[in-house]
């Protein structure tokens, strides 16, 4: 009645050694399969986002670039 509860022993999945650079080739395989199935639509959103980003980073630039030459260090130091 209580065999179902007994403990049994599981097997170990066998160990694989694997070198790093094929699980790296491997990965890159994968990353390439999954490009592949990728409609054009969310690779132009990917790309859009992309370019969104930049336009983003390249004005938080300027404003601190701006802002860094507005300030008065000396006066503020003191």
Known sequence: MFRRYQKQEVPQPPRIDADPAELALKQ????ETVKRQM??????EIQREAK???KLLDVRMELHKRLLETL???AIDK
């Open 72 to 74: 008065n260090l000396a």
């Open 52 to 54: 969104r980003m930049d």
């Open 28 to 31: 890159r395989q994968r990353a």
């Open 39 to 44: 409609s054009q639509a969310e690779m132009a």
